[in-house]
């Protein structure tokens, strides 16, 4: 009885450690920020009763259709955005060490920014990690700062759901033309008036987008049916991806984008209509040498934002500001560069093109950027009696600019607190007390300004601009900053869970040799190193992210290699069996099944390069039957003829099997059931059959439990009995699995239940007795779980998610009731399936051995097998878990590393789970 | 007892020969036809096997078990027949382990099995015939009684052990041409055989200075 207490206790006390581990290595790990699906309105300002309006102070308040929050300060925004654009692209070479072959290519910007100082700015953006284009662009749009787990996201499509300037353009009317890379189009599907989109996916092509952007771009500088263009180049990431920053294409692909640029600037000034539009030259992000970025280094974040207006302005604006770097340019003039967030692109976009800032926006309208557009030199705000005071421009641009920064903190300290009131982890309540303290400073020195004549318009945009960077500092910490302490508490909780693992195994082990008492150690102990050196094998594994990719491939050869070894033990201790053959043709057919799981991956993931064509080649295959009916009717009747071949052997294996006479009546007319709603549902596509599987799967699960617990099933000897009851437990379940699975199901659940059968029949070649553990199986038992995961296509990315599964049964979306159904076909096959069915592994049928055995001898070998088992799956996510903190700042860590980690940590509390459920059950 | 007579140098000299052979093919392949294991395996591999053939062959032939009741002859034949069987069962070995079965791979398949059972299975073919005992006791070790053995079973064992870790490369994203199947697989073997190749004159040495102590 102790024996039995120990297995439930360690099972609990693990399942414990492991949610603590969990829990807190998500907490530092996975950056979680809730996206709110508010938007700004132009009518919030007067319905809020902003602190920055009275209502003499709006120009036009008596023009109630005024489009923004500001008067807008240019007519139209020429937006080009290369694609990981290097700082040192763009500014002069004499502000670097070295001149390199890669800079003072972009010569027409160097030009404008020499002879234009006024009217033309070249900025060092700093952009925020995780820096891929898809992040970066939602950044620019939202102003926000895109996280991992961006909670509110559908998972399906990337489409924005926050408030972004495309979106507020849209709303006041204003015409949008998009040419370039296609993943405008995928966040904005419906928004452009005009768009051009090309496929971004093709790394090795470096012209097919830049062409096209050029080839639409000039007709359209001439069309005045426009009021924001935006240009997507991409040829300049795409050739430091292949090439490298330091190479002849990259010189190339920087001087044809200047020859492209030379013409836009020399079109804007002749044009007219023109006149009053802005110029952004822009990067998303920058790139290292190699041409990778993803990370949070200098060389990946530091991009460049270039802005010219072709109207001259009033006076010189560098006065005003801190002194900027110079350096000489290439005509030998002096070229200031500035420092920028590229957080604050959207919010300074959306002021100088005037439409309401977007909700969710937490940068600051950058002053320089602001200053560039004649119109914030415009006398806007001031009320009448000031334009008799002869003050200067510089007086009047200032109290423009902290007009808008008023309006830019008031929408800041909205979203500060709408986010506070409706996010799952919110900021620390003491920078959220510090932050209001300072917003309402701000705020009363602003209206105490208005109300007293003289106008200390420096405090006013210090103080606003202090509360805004106080809080970017703010969110920048809860949202993009891994909390490592956390992460290391989780991964060190981890560490010791393995420990008290190792420390109850071993307890378990060394008191059944005790039991057994024969001299079997050594061998014993060989296996366990076998076992444990292919588990380091697949851990060490996961370091590299072509192995995460590959893991079920990994994992075949693996199980692949277990079988080889056992085939070469079966003939030194006598000659092949044939469950060894039928198990290696069996891994033959899990690996086309894995593989073609890896062709489907492939066409969505960018980051795998599978050909299909080449490996999984298998087309001239049917053309040697072309012709024939049953070839085409094949894949339709298969299922059918294997789901009855299935319900057959489990209908006889369970009237062998089990020997209580209702409990074999109940469980076969259950199967018999299933199987032919199953039958029903596949032919005839009515829903209320697989409501029917759900319903007997769950009862049947319930009655087990029940019948269990009042001493139904404790009849007949202990191997038996145990036989008897994972049967049960495995019939309950595997219907509602198939299902699920689809039409591949059967044919997935008769391989494995084959591979359990050859893997149970392989184990001790004659050095064991029957019912001893031998943890080769118990491993094997493992990677075959693995493989049935990706053999069923499945893959750990959240698009590798069956959703058709979820809604077998049902037509409406239900949150609770699909997301169950999408568990058990996600981890049903992998997870559920196999731990239930470990009791087989020590109860072998028809061996003599196993009869009359002491029944503390077999439950100590069943703990001994779940506590192995428990300790393979941890020790793999361990290293998950291990390899994502490592692996943090790489390229594909929220692609790839991420959600690897999320799909292996569910696993691993699935499997604890589940085996503190068959403690419960079993024992 | 002419197997007895063969000492660890002997081993070494009879190893290094195998060896040539490989060089051989190796240089040909490259000075001939131009052609490395890189650019196009499948014919390298051809030439690799063509020469490591009949020195494998004729060698464990000389080397065969049962002096009196077979002839050279014979085991050649054996040998003859033994590369088809044992280019099957190694091809077979790979496709489970997951080498890739398109059209276009099957020359490469075909021809780096070929040399994979010249490796490994060929040898024995020669010196045992089809004796089950024998290969049980090569497979198990039980009793490393014999010189021949350790010749038989390290250099293969160091094969197939090297082309296992061979195939790791392979997954990853470098995309180098070597990744390819049956490139670093071959290389992997190649060097695998060559380690094993040295070291069994190593155990042979052991061994014998082992059976001397004993019968002193």
């Given at each position: 009885?102790r024996m039995?207490?120990?297995?439930k206790?360690?099972?609990?006390?693990?399942?414990?450690?492991?949610?603590?581990?969990v829990?807190?290595?998500?907490?530092?790990?996975?950056?979680?920020r809730?996206e709110?699906?508010a938007f700004s309105l132009?009518s919030?300002?007067?319905q809020?009763q902003?602190?920055c309006?009275?209502?003499s102070?709006?120009?036009?308040?008596t023009?109630?259709?005024?489009?923004g929050?500001?008067?807008p300060?240019v007519?139209?925004?020429?937006?080009l955005i290369v694609d990981?654009?290097?700082?040192d692209?763009?500014?002069p070479s004499?502000?670097f060490?070295?001149?390199?072959?890669w800079m003072d290519?972009?010569?027409?910007?160097?030009?404008?920014?020499?002879?234009?100082?006024?009217?033309?700015r070249?900025f060092k953006?700093i952009?925020d990690p995780?820096t891929?284009?898809?992040q970066r662009?939602?950044?620019?749009?939202?102003?926000g700062?895109?996280?991992f787990?961006d909670?509110?996201?559908?998972?399906a499509?990337?489409a924005?759901h926050?408030d972004n300037w495309i979106?507020q353009?849209?709303?006041?009317?204003?015409?949008?033309?998009?040419?370039g890379?296609?993943?405008w189009?995928?966040?904005?599907?419906?928004?452009?008036?005009?768009?051009y989109p090309y496929p971004s996916f093709n790394?090795?092509?470096?012209?097919?987008?830049?062409?096209?952007?050029?080839?639409h771009?000039?007709p359209?500088?001439?069309?005045?049916?426009?009021d924001v263009?935006i240009?997507h180049?991409?040829?300049?990431?795409?050739a430091?991806?292949i090439f490298?920053?330091?190479s002849q294409?990259?010189?190339?692909?920087?001087?044809q984008?200047?020859a492209?640029?030379?013409n836009?600037?020399?079109?804007?000034?002749?044009q007219?209509?023109l006149?009053?539009t802005?110029?952004?030259?822009?990067?998303?992000?920058a790139?290292?040498?190699?041409?990778?970025h993803?990370g949070?280094t200098?060389?990946?974040v530091e991009?460049?934002?270039?802005a010219?207006?072709?109207?001259s302005l009033p006076?010189?604006?560098s006065s005003?500001f801190?002194?900027?770097?110079?350096?000489?340019g290439l005509?030998g003039?002096?070229?200031?560069?500035?420092?920028?967030?590229?957080?604050d692109?959207a919010v300074?976009?959306?002021?100088l093109?005037g439409?309401?800032?977007?909700?969710?926006?937490?940068?600051?309208?950058?002053?320089?950027?602001?200053?560039l557009?004649p119109?914030?030199?415009d006398?806007?705000?001031?009320p009448a009696?000031?334009?008799?005071?002869p003050s200067?421009?510089?007086?009047?641009w200032?109290?423009?600019?902290a007009?808008v920064?008023?309006?830019?903190?008031w929408?800041?300290?909205?979203?500060?607190d709408?986010?506070?009131?409706?996010s799952?982890?919110?900021?620390p309540?003491?920078?959220?007390h510090y932050i209001?303290?300072l917003?309402?400073?701000?705020?009363?020195?602003?209206?105490?300004?208005?109300n007293?004549?003289c106008?200390p318009?420096n405090d006013t945009?210090?103080?606003f601009s202090?509360?805004l960077?106080?809080?970017?500092?703010l969110?920048?910490?809860a949202?993009?900053?891994f909390?490592?302490?956390?992460?290391?508490?989780?991964l060190?909780?981890?560490?010791i869970?393995?420990m008290f693992?190792l420390f109850?195994?071993e307890?378990?082990?060394?008191?059944s040799?005790v039991y057994?008492?024969k001299t079997q150690k050594?061998s014993n102990?060989?296996?366990i190193?076998?076992?444990?050196?292919?588990?380091?094998?697949?851990?060490v594994?996961?370091?590299?992210?072509?192995?995460?990719?590959?893991?079920?491939?990994?994992a075949?050869?693996?199980?692949?290699?277990?079988a080889?070894?056992?085939i070469r033990s079966?003939?030194?201790?006598?000659?092949?069996?044939k469950?060894?053959?039928?198990f290696?043709?069996?891994i033959i057919?899990?690996?086309?099944g894995i593989?073609?799981?890896?062709?489907?991956?492939a066409?969505t993931?960018p980051f795998?390069?599978?050909?299909?064509?080449s490996?999984?080649?298998?087309k001239?295959l049917p053309s040697?039957?072309?012709?024939?009916?049953?070839?085409t009717?094949l894949?339709e009747?298969s299922?059918?003829i294997i789901?009855?071949l299935?319900?057959?052997?489990?209908?006889?294996y369970?009237?062998?099997?089990v020997h209580s006479?209702?409990?074999?009546?109940?469980?076969t007319?259950g199967?018999m059931l299933?199987?032919s709603?199953?039958?029903?549902f596949?032919?005839?596509?009515?829903?209320?059959?697989p409501?029917?599987?759900y319903v007997i799967?769950l009862?049947?699960?319930?009655?087990?439990?029940?019948?269990?617990?009042?001493g139904?099933?404790?009849?007949?000897?202990?191997?038996?009995r145990?036989r008897?009851?994972?049967?049960?437990?495995?019939?309950a379940?595997?219907p509602?699995i198939?299902?699920?699975l689809?039409k591949?199901?059967?044919?997935v659940v008769?391989?494995?239940?084959?591979?359990?059968?050859?893997?149970i029949?392989s184990?001790?070649k004659?050095?064991?007795d029957?019912?001893?553990?031998?943890?080769?199986?118990?491993?094997?038992?493992?990677?075959?779980a693995?493989?049935l995961?990706?053999?069923?296509?499945?893959w750990?990315?959240f698009?590798?998610?069956?959703?058709?599964?979820?809604f077998?049964g049902?037509?409406e979306?239900?949150?609770v009731?699909?997301?169950?159904?999408?568990?058990?076909?996600?981890f049903?096959?992998?997870h559920?399936?196999?731990?239930?069915s470990?009791?087989?592994l020590?109860?072998?049928?028809?061996?003599s051995?196993?009869k009359g055995?002491d029944?503390?001898?077999?439950?100590?070998?069943?703990?001994q097998?779940?506590?192995?088992?428990?300790l393979?799956?941890?020790?793999t996510?361990?290293?998950?878990?291990?390899c994502v903190a490592?692996q943090r700042?790489?390229l594909?860590v929220?692609g790839l590393?991420a959600p690897?980690?999320?799909f292996?940590?569910?696993?691993?509390l699935?499997t604890?789970v589940?085996?503190c459920?068959?403690a419960?059950?079993?024992? | 007892?002419?197997?007895?007579?063969?000492?660890?140098?002997?081993?070494?000299?009879?190893?290094s020969?195998?060896a040539?052979?490989?060089?051989?093919?190796y240089?040909l392949?490259?000075?001939?036809?131009s052609?490395?294991?890189?650019?196009?395996?499948?014919?390298t591999?051809r030439i690799?096997t063509?020469c490591e053939?009949?020195?494998?062959i004729l060698?464990?032939?000389?080397?065969?078990?049962?002096?009196?009741r077979?002839?050279f002859?014979?085991?050649v034949?054996r040998?003859?027949i033994?590369?088809?069987?044992g280019?099957?069962?190694n091809a077979f070995?790979?496709i489970?382990?997951?080498?890739p079965?398109?059209?276009?791979?099957?020359?490469?398949?075909?021809?780096?099995s070929?040399?994979m059972s010249?490796?490994?299975?060929?040898p024995?073919?020669c010196?045992?015939?089809a004796?089950?005992l024998?290969w049980?006791q090569?497979?198990s070790y039980?009793?490393?009684?014999n010189i021949?053995?350790y010749m038989?079973?390290?250099?293969a064992?160091?094969?197939i052990?090297?082309?296992?870790l061979g195939?790791?490369?392979?997954?990853l994203?470098w995309?180098r041409?070597w990744q390819?199947?049956?490139?670093?697989?071959?290389y992997?073997?190649i060097?695998?055989?060559?380690?094993?190749?040295?070291?069994?004159?190593?155990?042979?040495?052991?061994?014998r200075?082992?059976?001397?102590?004993?019968t002193?």
């Amino acid at each position: 009885m102790r024996m039995r207490m120990r297995l439930k206790a360690a099972a609990a006390v693990v399942l414990c450690l492991h949610c603590l581990g969990v829990y807190l290595f998500t907490r530092g790990f996975l950056l979680t920020r809730t996206e709110l699906s508010a938007f700004s309105l132009p009518s919030d300002l007067l319905q809020a009763q902003a602190p920055c309006c009275s209502e003499s102070d709006l120009p036009s308040t008596t023009d109630q259709d005024l489009p923004g929050w500001t008067p807008p300060t240019v007519d139209r925004v020429l937006i080009l955005i290369v694609d990981a654009l290097r700082f040192d692209f763009v500014a002069p070479s004499s502000l670097f060490e070295t001149k390199q072959k890669w800079m003072d290519r972009l010569s027409s910007l160097q030009h404008l920014a020499s002879t234009h100082p006024s009217s033309s700015r070249i900025f060092k953006a700093i952009a925020d990690p995780p820096t891929t284009s898809l992040q970066r662009l939602k950044a620019l749009t939202t102003g926000g700062l895109p996280t991992f787990i961006d909670v509110g996201n559908s998972f399906a499509a990337p489409a924005i759901h926050e408030d972004n300037w495309i979106h507020q353009l849209l709303h006041t009317g204003r015409r949008l033309v998009m040419m370039g890379d296609d993943t405008w189009t995928q966040l904005f599907p419906h928004h452009f008036n005009h768009s051009y989109p090309y496929p971004s996916f093709n790394v090795k092509d470096l012209h097919t987008v830049d062409n096209g952007v050029a080839h639409h771009l000039v007709p359209w500088l001439h069309r005045q049916d426009w009021d924001v263009l935006i240009g997507h180049f991409l040829g300049v990431d795409h050739a430091g991806h292949i090439f490298g920053v330091d190479s002849q294409p990259m010189v190339q692909k920087l001087e044809q984008i200047n020859a492209i640029l030379q013409n836009v600037t020399d079109i804007m000034n002749s044009q007219k209509h023109l006149e009053n539009t802005m110029l952004i030259v822009m990067g998303d992000h920058a790139q290292t040498l190699n041409g990778d970025h993803g990370g949070g280094t200098s060389e990946e974040v530091e991009t460049c934002l270039f802005a010219w207006m072709p109207r001259s302005l009033p006076s010189s604006i560098s006065s005003i500001f801190h002194p900027s770097t110079c350096g000489l340019g290439l005509n030998g003039k002096n070229i200031c560069t500035s420092t920028m967030q590229q957080l604050d692109f959207a919010v300074s976009i959306s002021a100088l093109l005037g439409i309401p800032f977007p909700f969710g926006s937490i940068g600051r309208v950058n002053p320089e950027l602001y200053a560039l557009s004649p119109g914030s030199w415009d006398r806007q705000w001031l009320p009448a009696s000031f334009y008799e005071d002869p003050s200067s421009d510089l007086k009047t641009w200032k109290n423009n600019y902290a007009h808008v920064l008023c309006i830019n903190s008031w929408q800041v300290k909205r979203y500060i607190d709408s986010y506070s009131a409706t996010s799952v982890m919110g900021f620390p309540s003491d920078d959220l007390h510090y932050i209001t303290k300072l917003y309402n400073e701000a705020q009363s020195r602003w209206s105490d300004s208005k109300n007293s004549s003289c106008k200390p318009e420096n405090d006013t945009i210090d103080e606003f601009s202090d509360f805004l960077l106080s809080f970017a500092t703010l969110a920048r910490s809860a949202w993009t900053e891994f909390d490592l302490k956390l992460m290391g508490v989780g991964l060190g909780i981890f560490i010791i869970s393995i420990m008290f693992h190792l420390f109850v195994f071993e307890r378990v082990h060394s008191l059944s040799n005790v039991y057994d008492n024969k001299t079997q150690k050594s061998s014993n102990h060989l296996q366990i190193y076998v076992a444990f050196l292919l588990v380091a094998v697949r851990a060490v594994s996961f370091l590299s992210n072509s192995y995460i990719l590959a893991e079920g491939r990994v994992a075949n050869f693996l199980l692949a290699t277990t079988a080889i070894g056992s085939i070469r033990s079966s003939l030194v201790y006598g000659k092949i069996k044939k469950h060894d053959l039928v198990f290696l043709i069996l891994i033959i057919l899990i690996r086309f099944g894995i593989e073609k799981g890896m062709s489907k991956q492939a066409a969505t993931n960018p980051f795998l390069n599978y050909d299909s064509g080449s490996d999984f080649d298998l087309k001239w295959l049917p053309s040697l039957f072309e012709g024939h009916d049953f070839v085409t009717l094949l894949p339709e009747i298969s299922p059918m003829i294997i789901l009855f071949l299935l319900s057959f052997l489990s209908c006889k294996y369970i009237t062998c099997t089990v020997h209580s006479r209702y409990i074999k009546w109940v469980v076969t007319v259950g199967t018999m059931l299933s199987y032919s709603f199953i039958a029903t549902f596949w032919l005839s596509e009515r829903s209320f059959a697989p409501k029917m599987v759900y319903v007997i799967g769950l009862s049947l699960f319930v009655l087990n439990f029940v019948l269990r617990y009042l001493g139904i099933l404790e009849k007949g000897e202990t191997v038996q009995r145990l036989r008897s009851l994972a049967l049960v437990m495995v019939s309950a379940w595997s219907p509602t699995i198939l299902i699920l699975l689809g039409k591949q199901g059967p044919f997935v659940v008769l391989v494995c239940s084959i591979a359990g059968w050859s893997i149970i029949s392989s184990k001790n070649k004659g050095l064991l007795d029957d019912c001893k553990m031998d943890p080769i199986s118990v491993m094997q038992w493992s990677l075959l779980a693995i493989c049935l995961f990706y053999q069923t296509g499945h893959w750990c990315t959240f698009d590798g998610l069956r959703y058709g599964a979820a809604f077998i049964g049902f037509d409406e979306f239900k949150v609770v009731r699909q997301a169950i159904l999408l568990f058990v076909d996600t981890f049903g096959i992998s997870h559920i399936l196999p731990i239930f069915s470990l009791p087989f592994l020590v109860t072998i049928p028809n061996s003599s051995s196993s009869k009359g055995r002491d029944k503390t001898v077999i439950f100590l070998n069943l703990t001994q097998v779940y506590l192995l088992y428990g300790l393979i799956t941890a020790i793999t996510t361990t290293f998950t878990v291990l390899c994502v903190a490592i692996q943090r700042r790489h390229l594909m860590v929220w692609g790839l590393f991420a959600p690897k980690y999320v799909f292996d940590a569910i696993g691993l509390l699935l499997t604890d789970v589940l085996i503190c459920v068959s403690a419960l059950y079993y024992c | 007892m002419r197997k007895a007579e063969i000492g660890a140098t002997t081993a070494l000299a009879l190893h290094s020969l195998c060896a040539a052979g490989l060089a051989t093919g190796y240089w040909l392949s490259h000075s001939l036809y131009s052609s490395s294991l890189i650019t196009d395996p499948a014919p390298t591999l051809r030439i690799l096997t063509v020469c490591e053939a009949p020195v494998v062959i004729l060698l464990f032939s000389w080397l065969r078990r049962d002096h009196d009741r077979c002839s050279f002859i014979k085991a050649v034949a054996r040998g003859l027949i033994g590369l088809p069987i044992g280019a099957l069962i190694n091809a077979f070995g790979t496709i489970v382990l997951g080498a890739p079965v398109g059209l276009k791979f099957w020359p490469a398949t075909i021809y780096w099995s070929m040399l994979m059972s010249l490796f490994t299975f060929v040898p024995a073919a020669c010196v045992f015939g089809a004796s089950k005992l024998d290969w049980q006791q090569i497979l198990s070790y039980s009793k490393p009684s014999n010189i021949v053995d350790y010749m038989l079973s390290v250099p293969a064992h160091g094969a197939i052990i090297g082309a296992w870790l061979g195939a790791w490369p392979m997954p990853l994203d470098w995309e180098r041409p070597w990744q390819e199947w049956p490139i670093c697989v071959t290389y992997g073997a190649i060097a695998g055989h060559l380690i094993g190749m040295l070291f069994s004159p190593v155990l042979i040495f052991l061994h014998r200075r082992h059976i001397r102590t004993k019968t002193e």
